[in-house]
């Protein structure tokens, strides 16, 4: 089970899909040119001494490191793997964990973002602004191989997951699965949590109405349907499944998924049953 769980995380996880971009980029020697054209430009004089330290020393670090194409690769992997384009925002925060010359958050940011306006001049990407707050979007223009781009478009929030989760005992848990736990994080407070509750919502198995499964959803997001659809024929697959639960903020528990959701709407929650099943009856225990 632990090996089909994998493989499920490992056809719809979009980190995967970058894993296997950045591993693309290498193996075609695709960043070598890429790697002197970046670092011939770390040590470019632009006149502003803040500016010039802060690269010397990135530039200093990569090549103490030997790990220019490696970032070339991992930061041009994320833009790939968004073939309808992704906001600058998105990405800025997601690669500045790469930069190891400074522990200034906001100069780590800096340092991606000229490392993506240097690159947007070159045949990789392109840039626009797009949306009602014109949002700065970054769109592919690399060709990937057929095998990649079906790996990417098949991306999408994760399904339930067919195995039975691990107790969570603290919060940063990390599954025995390919990606670490997204919902008890420290992104919002480092407070107590119920982690006893969460466990009982996480391991409480589910499945699929055999009645639903004769209706089709009726939506005009035809994207959205099909994704569904798919996450749900693949499920028929196993005996049953599980729903991730998290907090919140304000420490309301939620369960992570789209698809597929007990608190999704009507249809979702309709295609859902417990496992382990019960008549209900007026019958007074």
């Excluded at 490992?10 to 020697?29: C, F, G, H, M, P």
């Excluded at 001494?49 to 970032?71: A, C, G, M, V, Y």
């Excluded at 800096?110 to 602004?129: D, G, H, N, W």
């Amino acid at each position: 089970m632990y090996k089909a769980q994998q493989f499920i995380e490992q056809q719809y996880s979009r980190k995967y899909a970058t894993e296997v971009i950045k591993d693309w980029l290498l193996e075609e020697n695709l960043t070598p040119e890429w790697d002197e054209m970046y670092l011939e430009w770390l040590s470019k004089d632009f006149g502003y001494e803040p500016k010039n330290q802060r690269l010397s020393d990135w530039k200093s670090k990569l090549l103490e490191t030997d790990s220019t194409n490696d970032f070339i690769a991992e930061v041009l992997s994320v833009v790939l793997a968004n073939p309808a384009g992704i906001q600058l925002q998105a990405v800025l925060p997601q690669c500045s964990r790469l930069i190891t010359s400074t522990e200034d958050d906001i100069e780590k940011m800096t340092i991606v973002a000229e490392f993506l306006c240097l690159f947007q001049y070159e045949p990789v990407y392109t840039s626009y602004k797009g949306g009602t707050k014109g949002y700065r979007f970054l769109k592919p223009l690399v060709k990937l191989p057929e095998d990649i781009v079906n790996l990417v478009n098949n991306t999408q929030y994760l399904p339930p997951m067919v195995m039975k989760p691990e107790p969570i005992k603290n919060n940063r848990v990390s599954w025995a699965t390919k990606s670490e736990s997204i919902f008890l994080n420290n992104n919002h407070h480092d407070l107590e949590v119920d982690t006893q509750f969460l466990d009982i919502m996480n391991s409480t198995p589910m499945a699929l109405d055999e009645h639903m499964l004769n209706w089709n959803e009726s939506s005009e997001d035809t994207l959205k349907v099909t994704k569904s659809k798919g996450i749900t024929n693949m499920l028929r697959g196993f005996d049953k499944f599980y729903f991730i639960y998290r907090f919140d903020a304000r420490e309301r528990s939620y369960a992570s998924g789209y698809q597929l959701s007990p608190m999704g709407d009507d249809y979702r929650k309709a295609q859902l049953n417990l496992h382990k099943q019960e008549i209900i009856t007026d019958e007074i225990l």
